[in-house]
């Protein structure tokens, strides 16, 4: 069982920068690949960033790529997203999740544990 607590969302003007944290607990955190979500409203859950349980490989999703970074901290149990240059379109509740695999995956549904989520509102 992993328990994730998210934290760093809130309110930003386009452009500008958060760092969302995800602090796990419970089970050994190197043991569980990474993902963080992203859900809108009216929107389906779609992934954002994920990390291997090493922090050796990671993916993005296309409208994040290069503005966007996932990182992981596996002695502080902590996966990180520090999102720059943020735009409006990326006003939702971002979630992390735990998948007790090797590799990470886009699929919601493959993964086992989500955090609470936190709010990131982006304003024009």
């Known amino acids: 069982q992993v328990q994730l607590v998210e934290s760093g969302g809130g309110l930003v003007q386009a452009g500008g920068s958060l760092r969302l944290s995800c602090a796990a607990s419970?089970?050994?955190?190197?043991?569980?690949?990474m993902g963080w979500f992203r859900q809108a409203p009216g929107k389906d859950r779609e992934s954002v960033a994920s990390?291997?349980?090493?922090?050796?490989?990671?993916y993005y999703a296309d409208s994040v790529k290069g503005r966007f970074t996932i990182s992981r901290d596996n002695a502080k149990s902590t996966v990180y997203l520090q999102m720059n240059s943020l735009k409006p379109a990326d006003t939702a509740v971002y979630y992390c999740?735990?998948?007790?695999?090797?590799?990470?995956?886009?699929?919601?549904?493959?993964?086992?544990?989500w955090g609470q989520g936190t709010q990131v509102t982006v304003s024009s």
């Open positions: 990390i291997t349980r090493s922090g050796g490989s990671t």
């Open positions: 419970g089970r050994t955190f190197s043991s569980y690949a």
């Open positions: 999740a735990a998948r007790s695999t090797i590799l990470t995956s886009t699929i919601v549904t493959t993964y086992d544990y």
